[in-house]
């Protein structure tokens, strides 16, 4: 199984930086999500992670290690529409691969 | 055009009822969910068709039955619905089952009262 620990809630100020970090415990790991939701709305996909190392994408970037079991999301020069969930998701290798899904992180961000 | 859609966004019901929410997918993908999201914003994956064919089915009480007439739409029908059924529900798309990058529905809200 699948057990995946993220902060509940942060708060940072417009135009700073945020790291958001997500460690997980599991069987099987083949890589890792991070997704985007605002209230009310659907789940949308930022990142995805296999190897260790950053994937930069724009304002966003995601780290991943696997030998720490250990990812964060950084978000650059925050805006106030970055205020939203962010869901760290880990892919379980399997006959069908599964995700399971960490209860995100609720980022405010603040003037 | 919206990728994955679903209907409808609100469904508000009485205990015992029946319920359907419709999902329909134009990406060309091979693989649907459904998934339910509770009040603490845990997101739980429920069912996953690929090419119509069922290949997971999670813990899930049996009044829930899934239905794929074709590999672009999952269909999700609730029996003799309970109060702890109130969630928010998620429809999904990916590829194939290995490619797991999801792409959601905008969600139903069903309300059980």
């Known amino acids: 199984g699948q057990n995946i620990d993220q902060p509940t809630e942060m708060t940072a100020t417009e135009g700073a930086i945020v790291q958001i970090n997500c460690t997980y415990q599991t069987s099987g790991f083949n890589g890792l999500f991070w997704y985007q939701q605002h209230a009310g709305e659907a789940p949308t996909f930022l990142s995805y992670?296999?190897?260790?190392g950053l994937e930069e994408k724009g304002r966003f970037s995601s780290f991943l290690s696997r030998s720490k079991g250990y990812s964060y999301l950084l978000l650059k020069e925050l805006q106030m529409k970055d205020s939203a969930s962010y869901l760290c998701?880990?892919?379980?290798?399997?006959?069908?691969?599964?995700?399971?899904f960490g209860t995100g992180t609720k980022l405010q961000v603040i003037p | 055009d919206t990728a994955v859609s679903q209907t409808p966004k609100y469904l508000v019901t009485q205990m015992g009822n029946d319920k359907s929410i419709k999902c329909e997918q134009n990406?060309?993908?091979?693989?649907m969910y459904w998934y339910k999201q509770d009040s603490k914003k845990f997101l739980k994956i429920m069912f996953s068709?690929?090419?119509?064919?069922?290949?997971i089915n999670e813990t899930v009480p049996n009044r829930f039955s899934p239905k794929s007439p074709d590999k672009a739409h999952l269909n999700l029908h609730i029996n003799s619905l309970e109060l702890g059924d109130s969630a928010v529900y998620f429809c999904?798309?990916?590829?194939?089952?290995?490619?797991?990058?999801?792409?959601f529905g905008s969600g139903t809200q069903l309300s059980v009262l």
């Open positions: 068709y690929n090419n119509k064919e069922l290949i």
């Open positions: 992670n296999v190897l260790d």
């Open positions: 998701v880990a892919l379980n290798q399997g006959g069908y691969q599964k995700v399971t």
């Open positions: 990406l060309g993908h091979d693989t």
């Open positions: 999904a798309s990916s590829q194939d089952p290995a490619n797991e990058k999801l792409f």
